[in-house]
């Protein structure tokens, strides 16, 4: 540090016999502010995203928390032995899976269409209206969502009433109490979330294109269902596959709160998900070595859909994130 | 060509009414639960249980919303929700907003390492298991400062905030530069001010993730009754409540009665809970759906 010469000199000196280890200390000090400003947050960011990482070698342990890193017990793959001859675990991998397919299809669907739909309205006030209401179920809590959901479905509750008003049902039905709806709840609970704020994407994706090609179909006889099949759609596409690929990526990873707020122990088989698997294991009865090897099942397995999709989608519809 | 043309009108005009109708169905379908919600938490909560009340209140009070103010762990979850609110949007702008404008200089050598570094977390991530343990080891659990300290570098707000200062002229801080500001000064005095628009559209990100947030609370705080937050203390309320609205037949009427009045007084802390997002989202609206747009470009 004695030798280090002021910001001020070497700047200006360029000369090529210059140690390469004045040149790095005469950076670091003229970016000493911008350092300052980065290099927390860097530090920040490694204990909090990087360090739960390094926790993965507890997977590998019989981790026992009083005990030092050098102290526990190293099992090699037995707790994933254990978690492969888990029944559970199958049927949970499924619930996941099943919910989160739904998730992506839905939540890609719905949104297009209704995104499509509203760029086709042409009054300004009713689709400013329209876009204000549908966004702001995104801005409730899922506490609250679960909350109405649940008033909603009740026995005496509004979609019951409704369903025996058009004499579709003779009788309630206990839809929160029912295993076979729970999927449905889940996802028909999303939907009525976060349509409108998905739209927002793909409703900014469609202004951009280029208002020529509409004029132009229009001059060639194209009704509205042709224009939005041939330009609108085809318009979007690389905004749907990006959001497509990083959607997959998150296939195992969509969520656990809502699964934990609308379940109850009555349709567990169907709600329980791999991070509740996880956090009932390993932090309610401290099973953390069983608990972090399911989570970083879970994280490994996100990483390779996320590989995967990126690579598929790269080869065969040329888009990728990466 | 007269009638090809005719027959071109019907079908727009039968198109325009398809698309409004099935839009105006949708609008329908987003508020009428809210309406519900809203008129059930004005209802008298012993006339509540008769049930039939859908658009308006039968017999008006304002009783539920006296009652659930004299809770007082609601009140004490009012005041912990409120302070990590503005804590953490607080916090999580400036950290946010320094970080990208650190990234924006294409003159700082770090910036590709940090970049990479940063982009990296927003694909992958070590579990709900290690994390736990991870708070634990960190001694975070059962503190304020886990609902805060967790969530303070969020890789996308950052890109967001990055790309609209890289969206503003350069010229703004040579000129700054040459008056002599340093790179904080630049940052603090030139940028933040220019970036108002973005930061409105963070804030609004951060505050209801901050408001809204319950999972944190139920995992590390639940056993911690002077730190528990609103949405907690709602969801306690309305799961010990659940059972009621399962058994809502005749038989049970009577029981029902003799209860406190759950499904009114569940609404009104719905409604409490609620209201705040939405007296501040219309004002906002203008903000988000750009910087939305703006992340999905560049992230």
């Known amino acids: 540090m004695k030798t280090l010469p002021s910001a001020g000199t070497t700047q200006n000196v360029d000369v090529p016999g210059l140690k390469k280890k004045q040149r790095f200390w005469a950076g670091?000090?003229?970016?000493?502010?911008?350092?300052?400003?980065?290099?927390?947050?860097?530090?920040?960011?490694?204990v909090f995203n990087y360090l739960p990482i390094w926790g993965w070698t507890m997977a590998f342990q019989n981790y026992k928390p009083a005990k030092s890193f050098s102290e526990q017990k190293w099992v090699g793959f037995d707790q994933f032995k254990t978690l492969f001859h888990d029944h559970d675990f199958y049927l949970v991998l499924r619930n996941t899976l099943a919910m989160s397919v739904l998730g992506l299809i839905a939540g890609f669907t719905i949104p297009i269409l209704f995104a499509i739909l509203l760029n086709e309205v042409k009054s300004m006030p009713f689709k400013r209206v329209a876009q204000t209401i549908t966004y702001l179920p995104h801005f409730v809590s899922w506490v609250v969502v679960a909350g109405i959901v649940t008033s909603m479905l009740s026995l005496d509750g509004v979609v019951n009433n409704l369903l025996i008003w058009l004499h579709i049902i003779h009788e309630p039905i206990q839809f929160m109490a029912k295993e076979h709806w729970f999927w449905g709840i889940v996802t028909g609970s999303d939907i009525w979330k976060e349509t409108g704020w998905n739209a927002i994407i793909?409703?900014?994706?469609?202004?951009?294109?280029?208002?020529?090609l509409y004029e132009a179909a229009k001059v060639d006889g194209a009704g509205r269902f042709r224009q939005m099949w041939n330009i609108t759609l085809p318009g979007i596409r690389s905004t749907i596959m990006v959001l497509f690929i990083l959607s997959v990526g998150h296939l195992l990873n969509n969520g656990y709160e809502k699964q934990l707020l609308l379940g109850n122990s009555l349709v567990v088989d169907y709600s329980q998900v791999l991070d509740l698997y996880a956090l009932n294991y390993g932090i309610k009865i401290a099973h953390f070595s069983y608990g972090t090897a399911?989570?970083?099942?879970?994280?490994?397995?996100?990483?390779?859909?996320?590989?995967?999709?990126?690579?598929?989608?790269?080869?065969?519809?040329?888009?990728?994130?990466m | 060509m007269f009638s090809k043309s005719i027959n071109l009108n019907w079908g727009e005009r039968s198109f325009n009414i398809i698309n409004y109708t099935v839009i105006a169905l949708m609008v329908a379908v987003t508020l009428y639960p809210?309406?519900?919600?809203?008129?059930?938490?004005?209802?008298?909560?012993?006339?509540?249980?008769?049930?039939?009340?859908?658009?308006?209140?039968?017999?008006?009070?304002?009783?539920?919303?006296?009652?659930i103010f004299s809770y007082t762990s609601l009140l004490t979850g009012f005041k912990i929700?409120?302070?990590?609110?503005?804590?953490?949007?607080?916090?999580?702008?400036?950290?946010?907003?320094?970080?990208?404008?650190?990234?924006?200089?294409?003159?700082?050598?770090?910036?590709?390492?940090?970049?990479?570094?940063?982009?990296?977390?927003?694909?992958?991530?070590?579990?709900?298991?290690?994390?736990?343990?991870?708070?634990?080891?960190?001694?975070?659990?059962?503190?304020?400062?886990?609902?805060?300290?967790?969530?303070l570098v969020s890789a996308f707000n950052v890109f967001v905030i990055r790309s609209y200062i890289d969206g503003l002229p350069y010229a703004l801080q040579e000129s700054a530069k040459l008056d002599g500001a340093n790179d904080f000064q630049i940052y603090y005095k030139v940028i933040l001010p220019l970036c108002k628009p973005v930061l409105a559209t963070i804030a609004l990100f951060l505050a209801v993730g901050q408001w809204n947030a319950w999972f944190d609370t139920y995992l590390y705080n639940g056993n911690k009754p002077s730190l528990t937050?609103?949405?907690?203390?709602?969801?306690?309320?309305?799961?010990?409540?659940?059972?009621?609205?399962?058994m809502n037949n005749a038989n049970d009427?009577?029981?029902?009665?003799?209860?406190?009045?759950?499904?009114?007084?569940?609404?009104?802390?719905?409604?409490?809970?609620?209201?705040?997002?939405?007296?501040?989202?219309?004002?906002?609206?203008?903000?988000?759906?750009?910087?939305?747009?703006?992340?999905?470009?560049?992230?």
């Open chain 2, 229 to 246: 937050t609103l949405q907690y203390e709602l969801q306690k309320i309305l799961d010990s409540t659940q059972q009621g609205s399962a």
């Open chain 2, 34 to 67: 809210f309406i519900n919600v809203l008129a059930i938490s004005f209802n008298d909560s012993i006339d509540t249980v008769r049930g039939g009340i859908y658009l308006w209140p039968r017999e008006f009070t304002l009783k539920n919303y006296n009652t």
């Open chain 1, 294 to 321: 399911i989570s970083m099942f879970n994280s490994v397995v996100s990483i390779l859909l996320l590989f995967t999709a990126n690579g598929f989608f790269k080869k065969f519809a040329k888009e990728s994130i």
């Open chain 1, 28 to 46: 670091i000090v003229r970016e000493k502010y911008l350092l300052l400003m980065s290099i927390p947050f860097v530090l920040w960011l490694f």
């Open chain 2, 253 to 299: 009427l009577a029981k029902q009665m003799a209860q406190v009045s759950p499904e009114s007084i569940k609404m009104a802390i719905t409604i409490v809970v609620t209201v705040p997002i939405l007296v501040v989202y219309p004002f906002l609206q203008r903000y988000f759906v750009g910087g939305m747009t703006l992340g999905a470009v560049k992230s």
């Open chain 2, 81 to 151: 929700s409120v302070l990590r609110t503005l804590i953490g949007t607080l916090i999580g702008l400036m950290s946010a907003s320094m970080l990208a404008y650190t990234l924006s200089r294409t003159d700082f050598r770090s910036r590709k390492f940090i970049s990479v570094f940063l982009a990296l977390t927003m694909y992958f991530s070590g579990g709900l298991v290690p994390i736990y343990i991870l708070m634990r080891d960190l001694h975070l659990i059962g503190t304020f400062a886990i609902y805060v300290l967790p969530g």
């Open chain 1, 202 to 212: 793909f409703l900014s994706a469609i202004t951009g294109i280029d208002k020529e």
